[in-house]
T-cell receptor, first 114, second 113 residues
Framework: DTAVSQTPKYLVTQMGNDKSIKCEQN?????MYWYKQDSKKFLKIMFS???????INETVPNRFSPKSPDKAHLNLHINSLELGDSAVYFC?????????????FGSGTRLTVV | DQQVKQNSPSLSVQEGRISILNCDYT??????FLWYKKYPAEGPTFLIS?????DKNEDGRFTVFLNKSAKHLSLHIVPSQPGDSAVYFC????????????FGTGTSLTVIP
């Protein structure tokens, strides 16, 4: 039973398109995140939501918009995709109070913009 | 600005020997550190942690050492096994970063049978 699941696993799309990546966690965690792993393997946080409320919004283009319909879901919508958006995007979750045990990650979505 | 660095992108070790993976950080406010292990096509999985009140934490074959004055931590795997072959990320948090962890770029460990 997958704890943090992301869909799709692979996404190939053309420049200029709009796409969404979905994430769901069944761990009862309060906090969810989106991380981007770029071509240099650097895993960098993009957004964090706690109980559907945005708490971390790093410097990412406005074309990226997270949406959290409930605390078990955090989706990422990307408008007007660019070549530089190609990366692996990881969703993660943690218990707010028990964050010292780290995050539970999804398996990643490999986005390729052509 | 990369606050957590893993300067060795790869490491090869013979089965049964010790693997030592290193991690350096720049933010002196960091007080909690994690190691994650990642297999291809999977997300990172939590391996071991250490807080700044300790300088060593051990869990089976895995030991993490923290040198606060040098802003350096290391993960020791003894004895190394072929199943340990993966990418290892260190991550750090603390001070005004709140719940946010900063990750290194990872070290790819290959354990040769």
């Amino acid at each position: 039973d997958t704890a943090v699941s992301q869909t799709p696993k692979y996404l190939v799309t053309q420049m200029g398109n709009d796409k969404s990546i979905k994430c769901e966690q069944n761990l009862g965690h309060d906090t969810m995140y989106w991380y981007k792993q770029d071509s240099k393997k650097f895993l960098k946080i993009m957004f964090s939501y706690n109980n559907k409320e945005l708490i971390i919004n790093e410097t990412v283009p406005n074309r990226f918009s997270p949406k959290s319909p409930d605390k078990a879901h955090l989706n990422l919508h990307i408008n007007s995709l660019e070549l530089g958006d190609s990366a692996v995007y990881f969703c993660a979750s943690s218990q707010s109070a028990g964050w010292t045990s780290g995050y539970t990650f999804g398996s990643g979505t490999r986005l390729t913009v052509v | 600005d990369q606050q957590v660095k893993q300067n060795s992108p790869s490491l090869s070790v013979q089965e049964g020997r010790i693997s030592i993976l290193n991690c350096d950080y720049t933010n002196s406010m960091f007080d909690y550190f994690l190691w994650y292990k990642k297999y291809p096509a999977e997300g990172p999985t939590f391996l071991i942690s250490i807080s700044s009140i300790k300088d060593k934490n051990e869990d089976g074959r895995f030991t993490v050492f923290l040198n606060k004055s040098a802003k350096h931590l290391s993960l020791h795997i003894v004895p190394s096994q072929p199943g340990d072959s993966a990418v290892y990320f260190c991550a750090a948090s603390g001070g005004n970063t709140g719940n946010q962890f900063y990750f290194g770029t990872g070290t790819s460990l290959t354990v040769i049978p």
